[in-house]
């Protein structure tokens, strides 16, 4: 069992949540106090283009010295970090065990029939597991989740949080991630996000996560190749800028008085499509027909206006999703910037929070 079995362990200390995506890496410090959270800490270091791609670290180097640049910038103490592989490579499955095995007999038994659903030797693999509880209809069984994840994957990881002296205390999956993140906003919903079917549209530069959540738990989660990096592309050829350069502009403005209508709109609209879309590939593939809500994460939510949009377009209620609404700042923290960055840090928060397991 490797790091990936630090997936359902508990962290028992602070973690500094790291979440290094396409095209930044996001690292976030929370503290609680009297069960009250305050953003202490937060970073967000640029990524060279093409250093992450499709959810695995292609360039570790560069993004190695990216995360440490974001570590000491953050100024965080912690020695421990928790980091998240995404959904998208790791393997789960909830599998029925003898209720009365120890726990040696457990993992080799489980692990002899994790066998069965990993398409490769369990020698490259990280796996977890974690016992779930008596099946409902069979006293002597166990039902027990079990998670999988290459350890080329988990490894690069692991490797790129090192270089400013952090050990990873967790590694998590980007959809659980998210699953905590969304908790601190479905708190703020009538009835607590119970009996709700809320859609998280994770819209960041390269890919778009849908996370179907009912009754506060991920239901149904899935990739689609839609992102923010199409609309730096459109800035780069029409204006003739940098990647880095459109990425700045985006952002803080400045482009010609066309951008919106030429340029900007037009993604709106296309956004607006692969939600759509999203939100058709769940319908088609489970037993539900609507949501109640979508919520807009990831820097995409940022675009003003586009959460108006959606919802004209989708005919459902959408919000721009904001994991800090409720929580206290330290004096350090800018209170635009991180309102501004609040849809895209859905994942280092969900990770931050992996400080206060119970
Ligand atoms: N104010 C803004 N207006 C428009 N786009 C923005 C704004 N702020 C950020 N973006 C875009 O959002 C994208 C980054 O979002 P995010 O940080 O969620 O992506 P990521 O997590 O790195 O990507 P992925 O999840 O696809 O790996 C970039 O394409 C960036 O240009
Ligand atoms: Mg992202």
């Given at each position: 069992m490797g790091a990936l079995g630090k997936i359902f362990s508990r962290s028992h200390q602070a973690v500094i949540g790291i979440d290094v995506s396409s095209s930044a890496c996001k690292v976030l410090e929370l503290s609680q106090q009297d069960g009250h959270l305050r953003v202490e800490r937060y970073a967000v270091e640029p990524l060279p283009?093409?250093?992450?791609?499709e959810h695995a670290i292609t360039e570790v180097e560069q993004v190695a010295q990216a995360v440490e640049r974001a570590v000491k910038r953050s100024?965080?103490?912690?020695k421990y970090a928790a980091v998240a592989v995404a959904g998208a490579h790791v393997i789960t499955k909830t599998i029925r065990m003898p209720a009365n095995l120890n726990d040696a007999d457990l993992q080799t038994q489980i692990e002899m029939e994790a066998d069965h659903y990993?398409?490769?030797?369990?020698?490259?693999v990280n796996m977890d597991y974690q016992?779930?509880?008596?099946a409902e209809d069979n006293p002597e069984e166990i039902e027990v989740l079990m998670a999988a994840c290459r350890k080329e994957i988990v490894d690069d990881y692991v490797a790129v949080i090192q270089g400013p002296g952090l050990s990873p205390a967790i590694v998590d999956i980007e959809t659980y991630a998210m699953e905590n993140a969304y908790a601190l906003i479905a708190e703020h919903m009538p009835g607590g996000g119970m009996e709700k079917t809320v859609a998280v549209l994770d819209v960041g530069a390269t890919t778009t996560n849908i996370n179907v959540i009912h009754n506060n738990r991920s239901v149904y989660s899935r990739d689609h190749t839609f992102g923010g990096r199409q609309l730096t592309e459109e800035i780069q050829r029409r204006y003739g800028l940098s990647y880095e350069e459109a990425g700045l502009a985006k952002k803080q403005g400045g482009l010609p008085d066309n951008y919106q209508t030429d340029v900007l709109r037009p993604f709106m609209e296309a956004m607006c499509q692969e939600a759509m879309r999203a939100l058709q590939f769940f319908y088609s593939s489970s037993p539900?027909?609507?949501?109640d809500q979508v919520l807009l994460a990831g820097g995409?939510?940022?675009?003003?206006g586009i959460d108006e949009m959606v919802a004209a377009r989708l005919g459902v209620p959408a919000m721009v999703a904001n994991p800090f609404a409720s929580m206290s700042l330290a004096s350090r923290i800018k209170p635009q910037m991180l309102a501004n960055d609040a849809p895209s840090l859905m994942i280092s928060c969900g990770l931050a929070m992996r400080s206060f397991d119970q």
């Open positions: 283009q093409n250093s992450v791609v100024g965080t103490r912690c990993i398409p490769y030797p369990l020698d490259e016992v779930l509880g008596p539900f027909n609507s949501v995409c939510a940022q675009i003003p």
